[in-house]
């Protein structure tokens, strides 16, 4: 088993399957999930990196720009070329930010740096074995981290932006406030990695901003943003962001933590074994594998308390605390019953063709909703798990492209996201979780 490894960030999965069928300070239930997963683990036996993987890893490496930072790279042709980027100005009095070209760059997504892309292809590189402290590509992760750091300190405090580049292929399909999401999944898994004092500082303020982001901008039902093509995988994203934070001992509010629980408990009709489709683009392959994956990581993060609060609900002579504790383990119970009935819906549907394919081709979303299956399915292990891997293994290995990177065919196609994605799927055995919550 390996430790601290990023929990899986994308899987594809195509016929081979079917052939092989607080801000304000914690309260002291949160100081309970601060301190409680010091120790990380591998829920299966990791496998040897083999060649796809490396070529992946070679191609993400040769297109690192000088700044740290990635670029969306080439997108299908299918796309009919290029966005333009933008930046923002500060905020009008209503505190909505106007768009304006920026001076003197490329007009190409492809062209430039931009943190959403940026993060995803550092996982990547995390995933596979690197560190900004150590592993083959120790450095591109590090100067990835400077990139990502040095946009947030330059964000607003207030708004749940992190970067003044809009425009990118993944803030239009999944939605604007992506880049943050993914900004808190890259700084929780470098946290206590950095190269020195210094730059770890800077990493914790610059996490400890984000957080207060995410946090500060919660609407009471648990959502955050609701546009975007497909924001039901935005919203997975940020749930999960969140939950990694707290079992990493980061400070996250057990308010926020419950809003976005609730809402993804929410999504799940027993009566249907289905999940509603709000946010998805009218493709049950999002919207099933978005609300299982937020529930997976609520679930995880859960373990690491309930023992804890469980003391604090029979022994404590403090009543009020017990009431909470006892409110909390409820609360739990009921997330554990809709995950379980989530999981069992989604395995009934892996041998659906139609459900299988999403849209109908591999996009970026594709990948997102595959890997969000992904994440539960190493958690739980078994025979369903082995035939998803192995699956996967001969499908992308089938599809990769001749200089080592992935592209897809509808919405995201960047080269980047697709081959960071990839290789995600590709180590996905390589995805840890707390000790605690075992």
């Known amino acids: 088993m390996d430790t601290r490894d990023l929990i899986p960030f994308a899987t594809l999965v195509l016929a081979g399957f079917l052939a092989i069928t607080s801000p304000g300070g914690p309260g002291p239930n949160e100081r309970i999930a601060q301190a409680a997963s010091s120790r990380w683990t591998t829920s299966v036996q990791k496998k040897p990196l083999d060649s796809t993987v490396k070529k992946g890893l070679v ?37 909505r930010y106007s768009p304006r070209r920026i001076p003197g760059a490329p007009n190409q997504l492809s062209e430039t740096p931009n943190v959403g892309d940026t993060c995803t292809a550092a996982m990547a590189l995390i995933r596979a074995g690197s560190m900004p402290d150590r592993g083959p590509y120790a450095d591109s992760v590090a100067r990835a981290v400077d990139f990502v ?57 610059a996490l400890n901003k984000v957080l207060s982001k995410i946090e500060k901008n919660q609407k009471q039902n648990g959502t955050w943003d609701n546009t975007g093509w497909a924001p039901v995988l935005s919203q997975s994203l940020a749930t999960k962001s969140l939950n990694r934070a707290r079992q990493s001992g980061a400070k996250v509010s057990d308010e926020a933590l419950a809003k976005a629980e609730r809402y993804a408990s929410g999504q ?50 403090d009543m009020k605390a017990r009431v909470e504790a006892r409110k909390e383990l409820a609360r739990f119970r009921d997330a554990e019953e809709a995950h379980g009935a989530a999981m069992n819906s989604v395995l009934k549907r892996l041998n659906d063709d139609q459900f ?8 970026g979303e594709e990948f997102l909703s595959y890997m969000n299956i992904s994440e539960s399915l190493v958690v739980k292990g078994g025979r369903e798990w082995e035939k ?49 919550s075992r």
């Open 388 to 436: 998803w891997d192995q699956a996967m293994r001969n499908n992308l290995g089938r599809i990769q492209n001749q200089d080592g990177s992935w592209t897809g065919h509808h919405c995201i196609t960047g080269r980047t996201f697709c081959t960071a994605a990839a290789v995600l799927v590709l180590t996905a055995d390589r995805a840890s979780s707390p000790l605690a």
């Open 149 to 205: 750091v040095g946009q947030i300190e330059a964000s607003d405090p207030n708004s749940l932006y992190v970067t003044s580049i809009r425009g990118t292929r993944i803030q239009m399909k999944l939605g604007p406030y992506v880049d943050t999401f993914l900004t808190s999944l890259l700084l929780t898994e470098v946290k206590g990695h950095m190269p020195d004092s210094k730059r770890e500082q800077r990493l914790r303020r």
């Open 268 to 317: 799940y009709d027993r009566a249907s074994g289905k999940f509603k489709g709000e946010g998805a683009a009218g493709v049950e392959l999002y919207s099933s594998g978005a609300n299982l994956g937020a529930l997976q990581e609520s679930v995880t993060t859960n373990k690491t308390r309930e023992k804890d609060l469980r003391q604090i609900a029979e022994t404590s002579k």
């Open 59 to 95: 191609w993400l490496v040769s297109h690192q720009h000088e700044n740290g930072g990635w670029a969306q790279g080439d997108e299908s042709p299918n796309m009919g070329g290029s966005g333009k980027l933008s930046e923002t100005t500060d905020p009008d009095r209503t505190g």
């Open 356 to 363: 299988i394919r999403g849209f109908g081709s591999n996009g």
